[in-house]
């Protein structure tokens, strides 16, 4: 497996990552911890050493699962987690946003023991608090990497002035936000800024949450605890229009020798050196297959293509719903 650098930071990591979510959370019933402690450790053992987590993941399982599964690799590895929500302790369920400096610190040390660790490598504000000013924000991570707590700052899904106002308290390693090739507003003001900056990109739900594997059609059923479910875009409707981008991806990867996933996770890699997409699975055969685009080289004339197929297809459906959309600042 090929290593990238995330921007001027020094943080090496392998060219794709293992997003872990889907395992506990999101993507309906969490799956058995002694099934998904395999695919993890497998991950490893083909060369993946960057992976991605959050305490509002589950709540609190993920980390868990990440966190036992990684033990035995814990210096060969980079782990990733998040902070910025309130979850309620009754229901155990997001309550809002929450980044005032003395809940990032709650959050880092609950962090640190779920896993296993004695510094979390990569601490994300998983979402801009409009309630606290980004600056208060970057300086309570400050202090944590003063401490030895924290090695790197990272943000997700911010825009670029609080990008900017961030990186200038403490230098940002990292933005997360989604990108793919059904989803490349970062392009316009996003990924120009980063270059500028130094900062690395991790595109998450680089396959378009699952839908630009061809896998998914106005058909899919999906589980009633599958957040899919309540998006624009995963409509019948939406789903039957965007077939179209799918379709463009899936003959691109004939002809390449690849699978559909294999070609949008290489364009990904394709756009610059410092972008680090972290798909994610929950199946041996899938990450195997993901780990794949990191050998599939797209020429110069591809991209071309690609792009200008691309740019003629409408994709129907927002990303979110509207009060989602709102805790997203890009």
Request: aromatic fraction near 6%; hydrophobic fraction near 40%; proline fraction near 6%.
């Amino acid at each position: 497996m090929q290593k990238r650098k995330l921007g001027k930071s020094g943080l090496e990591v392998s060219a794709i990552g293992l997003g872990c979510m889907g395992m506990s959370f999101g993507y309906g019933p969490a799956r058995d911890k002694n099934e998904m402690i395999p695919v993890i450790r497998a991950a490893v053992e083909r060369g993946v050493t960057f992976f991605d987590t959050a305490e509002v993941y589950g709540p609190f399982i993920n980390e868990e699962l990440v966190g036992e599964a990684l033990a035995p690799f814990r210096r060969e590895v980079v782990i990733a987690t998040k902070f910025g929500f309130k979850i309620d302790p009754g229901s155990g369920k997001q309550a809002g946003l929450d980044s005032r400096p003395e809940h990032i610190r709650e959050v880092a040390e609950a962090s640190l023991r779920r896993l296993r660790t004695e510094t979390i490598d990569l601490f994300y504000q998983h979402r801009v608090d409009p309630a606290v000013p980004i600056e208060d924000v970057a300086g309570a991570v400050k202090d944590l990497i003063r401490e030895g707590k924290v090695k790197h700052f990272g943000l997700s899904e911010a825009g670029v002035k609080t990008i900017r106002r961030a990186h200038a308290v403490q230098p940002v390693t990292a933005l997360q936000s989604e990108y793919s090739l059904w989803m490349r507003t970062p392009e316009k003001e996003v990924i120009p800024t980063l270059q500028e900056l130094g900062i690395g990109f991790v595109p998450f739900s680089p396959l378009g949450k699952g839908f630009l594997t061809g896998k998914m059609d106005e058909q899919t059923k999906l589980d009633d605890s599958d957040f899919r479910k309540i998006l624009p875009r995963f409509t019948p409707e939406a789903m039957k229009a965007n077939r179209a981008l799918v379709d463009l991806v899936a003959a691109m990867a004939r002809r390449k020798n690849a699978t559909p996933a294999q070609l949008a996770l290489a364009w990904l890699l394709a756009q610059k050196p410092w972008i680090v997409p972290i798909p994610g699975t929950t199946k041996l055969n899938r990450l195997e297959e993901n780990l794949g685009a990191a050998s599939l080289e797209l020429t110069a004339d591809d991209l071309r293509e690609i792009d200008s197929a691309a740019a003629k297809i409408q994709i129907q459906g927002a990303r979110y719903p509207e009060h989602i959309e709102k805790m997203t600042g890009i």
